[in-house]
Each structure stands twice: as C-alpha cells, then as structure tokens.
C-alpha cells in the first residue's frame, strides 16, 4: 500500500510560482514512478509531469505535458520520501486541482491515469489573471 498526500496548492497571480508536494508513505519501495496529473472542472483529467528511477541506479527520467515543458520542474526528495512539482510561469490556464499518483508497474505508460495504482487527494491551484 502507498499513500500519497499533495500539499503547496493555493492562489497566486499569474507569471507566479508554486511549489507542489506530494508525501509518500507506506510501501514507497515499489512504487516505479510517480506522476502528476490535473483536473479542471468540466475536463478530463490529463497528464503533467511524471518522475520514474531506472533499475539497479538511482538515475531518474522525467517526463512532462508539451503545455507545462519549459515551466514546470518534477523531482524527488528520497530523504523525505517526497515528490515535487516546481511550477513557475503559472498561467491561468493552469488553474486545476493536482494529483500526485503512483505506479508500482515496472513499465507502461506515464501519461495514462489507468497506469497508476495509487492516488492523493488532490490539492487546488488557482490562478488569477
């Protein structure tokens, strides 16, 4: 079992900056990857950033949406059994509630919600105009 916990949410302007959490607990051993996916109202939810380590090494890949590339930064804080999203350049169109999500497959799809096994809460982000 893995539990996943986002935290940083919140208001800001746009061209601001804010810095997502996403606490892990649990079984954080198998987990293979962790993802960052957002939903607004009215739309589906889509794939933002993704972080995943290599076997055998503690080389890491990551994997961002073509709409966040550029803006958004994914990395993980294994002291603290942490993953994070660094998000500058916020633009309002960004404004969506964020999950963080865990897979513990060791292949498949990053950007696919169904490849993920385990998901947090959520945490809102708005961004003003």
């Known amino acids: 079992q893995v539990q996943l916990v986002e935290s940083g949410g919140g208001l800001v302007q746009a061209g601001g900056s804010l810095r997502l959490s996403c606490a892990a607990s649990?079984?954080?051993?198998?987990?293979?990857?962790t993802g960052w996916f957002r939903q607004a109202p009215g739309k589906e939810r889509e794939f933002v950033a993704a972080?995943?380590?290599?076997?055998?090494?503690?080389?890491?890949?990551?994997y961002y949406a073509n709409s966040v590339k550029g803006r958004f930064t994914i990395s993980r804080d294994n002291a603290k059994n942490t993953v994070y999203l660094q998000m500058n350049s916020l633009k309002p169109d960004d404004t969506a509630v964020y999950y963080c999500?865990?897979?513990?497959?060791?292949?498949?799809?990053?950007?696919?919600?169904?490849?993920?096994?385990?998901w947090g809460q959520g945490t809102q982000v708005t961004v003003s105009s």
């Open positions: 649990g079984r954080t051993f198998s987990s293979y990857a």
């Open positions: 972080i995943n380590w290599s076997g055998g090494s503690t080389y890491y890949s990551t």
């Open positions: 999500a865990a897979s513990t497959r060791p292949s498949g799809s990053v950007v696919v919600p169904g490849w993920y096994s385990y």
